[in-house]
């Protein structure tokens, strides 16, 4: 899938070269509305590249969960109780700035079907699991035919129940929830959950709704994360807008993400205590199923138990 475009030509150089460590990409649609905003907005600042990427900043790494180490499989991530993660490709629907696997974006790749072999042996081999979490990349730049092989091959280790899926497609993509693409995850045995990833209540416009519209109408829970990024949703206004927005949609704030310490985002970060007074305040002004759950991933914990703010 290559629906990249290309960053204006009379970008500022340092720009230009943050793109070059970690190329630009946006979907025409999503490119248009960066365009429009010229360069000031909470789109933009999520996805335009800037000179402040190229700052070295102590504590920012190029892999600040550890995966590498968590990753004795290619592609399985096993960091919790019951569930694991499998990393499907490096490709993705739009480039995240703030993005936390951003140093493994440069080039996109989709797992061949055979790799997934050892992942799927040490998946059925291990009855404590009960859910398998596609990520990437985004499972979704995969093609249906591919996602259905995978999603058939899971259903059939038999102490599995839920299918987890992350993605951006619904919102920046949303013509690739097709009704094909619907009928493979209602069609399993297992249980599909689908986490879409939001951060302000702008990126939700009318096509985006339908997505998401589509999917729910057809049975599939859908849930929100976001992250909290400094000069996108760090007041308390933003953060109210985007959680009454997605409820509307009828897509549940799950997480509200402190920053991952990876290099080139340094810029985004909002301070714990700063964020621990906006969840305050958000419940005050918003009920309680609308509000998120503050949190920072930690290495080396097994679950995220113990680590919610809020």
Do not use: W
């Not at 900043?57 to 499998?86: A, F, H, M, W």
């Not at 490709?89 to 700035?97: D, N, P, Y």
């Not at 042996?121 to 990437?136: K, M, Q, T």
Request: aromatic fraction near 4%; proline fraction near 9%; include cysteine.
């Amino acid at each position: 899938m290559n629906h990249s475009v290309e960053i204006p030509t009379n970008f500022p150089a340092g720009a230009r070269n943050a793109a070059e460590a970690f190329p630009f990409l946006a979907p025409p649609a999503l490119a248009a509305r960066l365009m429009a905003e010229r360069g000031e907005g909470p789109l933009s600042r999520q996805f335009l590249p800037t000179v402040e990427e190229l700052q070295e900043v102590p504590g920012y790494t190029t892999d600040p969960l550890n995966e590498s180490c968590t990753q004795k499989i290619p592609g399985l991530i096993t960091k919790y109780p019951g569930r694991v993660l499998l990393k499907v490709t490096t490709g993705c629907v739009v480039h995240c700035r703030f993005c936390f696997r951003r140093h493994d974006r440069a080039t996109p790749t989709p797992m061949r079907p055979r790799a997934f072999r050892p992942a799927l042996e040490a998946i059925a081999a291990d009855s404590s699991l009960r859910e398998v979490i596609l990520s990437g990349g985004d499972p979704l730049t995969l093609s249906d035919r591919r996602l259905e092989r995978l999603a058939v091959r899971l259903a059939d280790i038999p102490h599995l129940k839920r299918l987890r899926i992350h993605t951006r497609a619904p919102v920046f993509l949303p013509k690739r929830i097709t009704p094909r693409l619907i009928r493979i995850l209602t069609g399993s045995r297992l249980t599909p959950i689908v986490v879409v990833h939001v951060n302000h209540a702008a990126e939700l416009d009318s096509p985006a709704r339908a997505a998401l519209a589509r999917m729910v109408d057809a049975g599939i829970p859908l849930l929100n994360q976001s992250v909290l990024l400094k000069g996108v949703n760090d007041d308390v206004e933003s953060l109210a807008a985007l959680c009454e927005a997605l409820i509307d949609a009828r897509v549940m704030p799950y997480y509200l993400h402190l920053l991952d310490a990876v290099a080139g985002a340094a810029h985004f970060e909002v301070p714990e205590a700063r964020g621990r007074e906006l969840m305050i305040a958000l419940r005050a002004c918003l009920p309680g199923y609308a509000v998120p759950r503050l949190v920072r991933e930690v290495v080396g914990l097994s679950s995220k138990q113990g680590i919610l703010y809020a």
